[in-house]
């Protein structure tokens, strides 16, 4: 992160840490200006939106509030790519930074953002965690998943994050019990005040210092996002620590989108960021009901997400938190279920190793992880034109490396994936208890 970059961060944070306060009028008042300059700009520069307003006869002035952005269609995914090269505004192309996900259900994509909504998503992110009782340079263990090519720059930056920002990383992607135990020493060693991780690696975690009573980690708060986190994780996490659990709701493509404060009344949706929708067969569902979660970023001018299907579920709810914030709320995401692949050897692959791996690779249009039997693993992959046989051999080496050679490895490579009816698409299921 370039200091330019940090201090940006820190400005949009300090204007975060106030307008959560603000009255929810206020809030509305700034989404709805912001979503006009957004729709302005989308009309005017980006082919893709152009077409759509013509095709539809609107004009940016029929979108002037959150109430008419229902005109606009959804963007799927499939819509993303496309026409991504039609997604680009024309009067910021020397803004567009490329990135990508592998894709948290199950489809990977690449994108284009632009620094600023890259800054005011890290602004929102560091407001979550000071609701976690995060301050800045406090101690902070990430137990995440340090992937590839990253492994090496995390071994040579560690010493200056472990210092300077007081940041330990491990890596959840190597979790046999003796990558655990030593975990465990680490982290007891390191003190920290915050414990970060994947939710479903933080359960196994906890499950593991509980089984062989391990003593002395001690942090203030467990901040855990990227995975559904059950009930009953959250327990055994809390229980095992004696503290309490943050959950936070964030994507690749969007970053945080909602946040737990310290009343864990639900999720506090960053409203400063982005407007959220949630769609029941196209019609906006009732406080209380599940619907499918539609993003509009506000900060995001170079590729407009304008009414995004981000492959979410989630449920819109009517309280005043007792925090005293005003930002609207959520309860229960249901999306993310990513199941832990385990070898015969005892190696412990979380399912979010997959979106990781995955989006460095060209050519992947969707793809399925099952184990039906502890020493198979069968990756189905659709695959387009780009996909090339290095692609393949990419894979297949970073399986072996991970997942180590007891166990068989199988890769199809058929047209589509059978999702189940339900809609709900878990890309890493294990039938091994
Ligand atoms: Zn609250």
Redesign the pocket.
């Known amino acids: 992160m370039l200091l330019n970059d940090a201090f940006a961060v820190r400005k949009t944070h300090k204007f975060l840490m106030k307008s959560q306060y603000w009255p929810r009028e206020e809030l509305e008042k700034y989404q709805n200006t912001k979503l006009r300059v957004l729709v302005q700009n989308s009309y005017d520069n980006v082919p893709y939106y152009h077409d759509i307003f013509k095709k539809l006869n609107l004009k940016p002035d029929n979108i002037k509030t959150k109430a008419d952005l229902h005109k606009l269609p959804i963007l799927t995914k499939d819509d993303l790519r496309q026409h991504l090269d039609k997604m680009l505004a024309s009067n910021l192309k020397n803004k567009a930074m490329p990135s990508q996900t592998g894709g948290s259900t199950g489809e990977p994509l690449k994108f284009y953002v632009q620094r600023e909504m890259w800054t005011w998503a890290n602004g929102a992110r560091y407001r979550g965690w000071n609701w976690a009782g995060y301050e800045f340079r406090d101690r902070m263990v990430d137990l995440w998943g340090a992937s590839f090519e990253i492994e090496q720059l995390e071994k040579m930056s560690t010493s200056f994050r472990h210092k300077l920002l007081r940041r330990l990383t491990l890596n959840t992607f190597r979790m046999s019990d003796e990558d655990m135990g030593q975990y465990a020493r680490q982290i007891i060693d390191f003190k920290p005040k915050i414990i970060r991780s994947f939710s479903g690696a933080m359960y196994v975690f906890a499950k593991f210092v509980s089984e062989h009573d391990i003593k002395g980690i001690e942090p203030e708060s467990i901040i855990t996002t990227a995975e559904n986190l059950f009930d009953f994780q959250r327990k055994k996490i809390e229980d095992t620590f004696g503290c309490s659990v943050y959950d936070g709701y964030g994507s690749r493509e969007t970053s945080l989108i909602a946040h737990e404060?310290e009343?864990h009344?639900g999720y506090?949706i960053s409203d400063e960021n982005s407007i959220v929708e949630f769609l029941k067969n196209d019609k906006p569902v009732t406080f209380g009901e599940s619907g499918e979660i539609i993003i509009t970023d506000l900060h995001n001018l170079v590729m407009p997400w304008l009414r995004y299907s981000i492959g979410d579920m989630g449920t819109p709810k009517d309280e005043k938190?007792s925090?005293g914030?005003a930002l609207s709320m959520m309860t229960s995401i249901d999306g993310r279920v990513h199941d832990f692949i385990v070898t015969p050897s005892g190696q412990r692959l979380p399912g979010e190793f997959f979106p990781h791996l995955f989006k460095d690779v060209n050519g992947i249009r969707e793809y399925r992880i099952v184990q039906k039997k502890i020493e198979e693993l069968e990756v189905e992959i659709v695959r387009t034109s780009d996909f090339t046989d290095s692609d393949f051999q990419y894979l297949l080496t970073h399986f072996h490396e991970y997942l180590g050679d007891d166990i068989d490895i199988e890769v199809k490579f058929p047209n589509s994936i059978d999702w189940p009816e339900s809609g709900k698409r878990r890309f890493t299921i294990s039938e091994v208890a």
């Open positions: 404060c009343h009344r506090h938190c925090c914030r």
